[in-house]
């Protein structure tokens, strides 16, 4: 009985040393993968050609990733879409104990994700974003991009072929605004069928859809012409309400509403013409044209508050 007793200590002993063991080991990885390894982590490393390197209001390129507040966690997410990065991992530590907390509502709120998307280049936009984290503060962002390689390169073949159509160097950026906005929607229809009953037969809510197949709903129209001001050098951000999508454009040191969707109004007989209520506007000209859909957080698009 006694050694039966003596063998049970001595395995529940080896046990409670392997668990420590195995807890200081994984604290120890922890450790290495932070700071020995520091490149790895405390830079976003390389980016894609995609990369925007303007800073916004709700959201910059982080310049260290090792969040001490929101708004570094905001900005690190930011960072990782922009630079077209498939995973990223940084860490959280103990001068933050609030850091998995604020992640975790972060990672649970399709609104604010949705809106950090609408900061980068429609190219490395996500379709889909999972945050994965554990009790030692390692965090890692996993992203699946909205477009394949075969779609970029099918759109900017046909934007190489209407560049000259639609960008005159010797005209004003208001007429090149202009010139894209009335070819999109002259040359695309709104896709019904997916705005009522989901048919995805069109790729209508991406760039694909409006440039290549005619079709568009408001995501498609929003992101052909983002890819247009960014090959005008034209600083812009996609902004949505919880119902819509359209852009925002800074002219003249002032940023105002671009939404090619509204001016491209369906009427009962079929018919198409292309409108100009929503072609740069301010936002108490959008507000008073239509509110209801164009209800935006004002606290994650500070610039276009009127």
């Not at 609104?111 to 030692?136: A, G, K, Q, W």
């Not at 759109?155 to 999109?184: G, W």
Request: proline fraction near 3%; charge should be negative.
């Amino acid at each position: 009985m006694k050694k039966v007793l003596e063998l049970i200590v001595y395995l529940g002993s080896l046990l409670l040393a392997l668990g420590i063991l195995f807890t200081v080991r994984g604290d120890l990885w922890v450790h290495v993968e932070k700071y020995i390894k520091p490149n790895k982590y405390n830079t976003i490393g390389e980016v894609n050609e995609y990369y925007r390197e303007e800073n916004f209001l709700f959201v910059q390129n982080a310049e260290q990733f090792t969040p001490m507040n929101k708004q570094d966690i905001l900005n690190i997410y930011y960072s990782a879409i922009n630079a077209g990065k498939n995973e990223f991992t940084f860490f959280c530590t103990a001068e933050f104990p609030d850091c998995i907390q604020v992640i975790e509502e972060i990672a649970n709120d399709q609104n604010i994700l949705s809106d950090i998307n609408n900061y980068v280049h429609p190219f490395n936009s996500f379709s889909h974003i999972e945050t994965e984290y554990d009790t030692r503060g390692k965090v890692t962002i996993s992203i699946v991009h909205t477009y394949t390689k075969d779609r970029i390169d099918a759109i900017t073949q046909k934007m190489d072929e209407l560049a000259p159509e639609l960008i005159k160097e010797d005209d004003t950026i208001y007429n090149n605004i202009k010139r894209i906005h009335d070819y999109i929607i002259e040359n695309a229809e709104y896709d019904l069928e997916r705005a009522d009953f989901g048919d995805d037969t069109y790729q209508s809510d991406t760039a694909y859809g409006p440039l290549i197949q005619g079709k568009a709903v408001c995501g498609g129209y929003t992101d052909l012409m983002a890819l247009y001001l960014d090959r005008m050098n034209i600083p812009n951000f996609r902004v949505s309400s919880d119902k819509h999508i359209w852009n925002a454009v800074l002219i003249d040191d002032k940023w105002v509403h671009l939404d090619l969707t509204w001016d491209d109004p369906v009427y009962e007989d079929g018919s198409q013409q292309v409108d100009h209520r929503f072609f740069l506007i301010n936002t108490q000209t959008l507000y008073a044209e239509e509110e209801t859909e164009h209800n935006f957080d004002t606290n994650n698009y500070p610039e276009l508050v009127a």
